[in-house]
């Protein structure tokens, strides 16, 4: 079956670093995605890793290694803000479809 | 500011009754997407479209069916609403080169079944 694998919650505190690791297994790959979530919002996207290595953007890193069909996101400097849920997502075959990790819950202390 | 937007945020229905959840976006992109969101189980695909008039199964079409006579519009319908059904519902586009890699959202709509 398809399926993605995340951690449903991190704790972390504030101006720390925080990992949240995706693992995937689709019929196809092309390319995955990470998207952050507030409370009652949409859906927004942060970053899209199609071939092997590191991506970053400002505080956020985003990590592939598709011989280990894994990913993960990097952020650093945490601030309350970044309170949210996070969801990877697969890019499967075909190209139009995309499926969705259930989501890892952050909680950042103060 | 581009934009994915979605006519109600909250609904409320009874079993049996026909519901219609549209969406519109202003970013002239090929490719709309009707995600259902339930907590543990993250965003499922119903249907999507990559063109107008076209329209494709996603994981979990039964039950629904869609409408795109508008590029900018993309339409979800319950014939028969059911209680297993109350979720929320988030419409999604993006362009023809991203393809499903970079989706744009909308807010969201929150149906209830009683």
């Known amino acids: 079956g398809q399926s993605l694998e995340q951690p449903s919650e991190v704790t972390a505190v504030e101006g720390a670093i925080v990992q949240i690791n995706c693992t995937y297994q689709?019929?196809?790959?092309?390319?995955l995605s990470w998207y952050q979530q507030h409370d009652g919002g949409a859906p927004t996207f942060l970053s899209y890793?199609?071939?092997?290595g590191l991506e970053e953007t400002g505080r956020f890193s985003s990590f592939l290694s598709r011989s280990d069909s894994y990913g993960y996101l990097l952020l650093q400097e945490l601030q309350m803000k970044d309170s949210a849920s996070y969801f990877c997502?697969?890019?499967?075959?075909?190209?139009?479809?995309?499926?969705f990790g259930a989501g890892t819950r952050l909680f950042v202390k103060a | 500011d581009v934009k994915v937007t979605q006519s109600s945020r909250y609904l409320v229905k009874r079993t049996g009754e026909k519901v219609f959840l549209e969406c519109v976006q202003d970013?002239?992109?090929?490719?709309m997407f009707w995600y259902r969101q339930d907590p543990g189980l993250g965003l499922r695909l119903i249907y999507f479209?990559?063109?107008?008039?076209?329209?494709e199964k996603g994981d979990i079409p039964e039950g629904y069916s869609v409408s795109r006579e508008k590029k900018e519009r993309f339409s979800l319908i319950l014939e028969s609403a059911s209680t297993n059904q109350t979720s929320m519902y988030l419409c999604?586009?993006?362009?023809?080169?991203?393809?499903?890699?970079?989706?744009?959202f909308g807010a969201g709509s929150r149906l209830t079944v009683l």
């Open positions: 999604a586009s993006s362009t023809r080169t991203e393809g499903a890699n970079v989706l744009t």
């Open positions: 689709t019929s196809g790959f092309y390319g």
């Open positions: 890793n199609a071939l092997d």
């Open positions: 997502a697969v890019r499967d075959t075909g190209g139009f479809k995309t499926i």
């Open positions: 970013m002239d992109h090929e490719n």
């Open positions: 479209s990559y063109d107008v008039k076209m329209k």
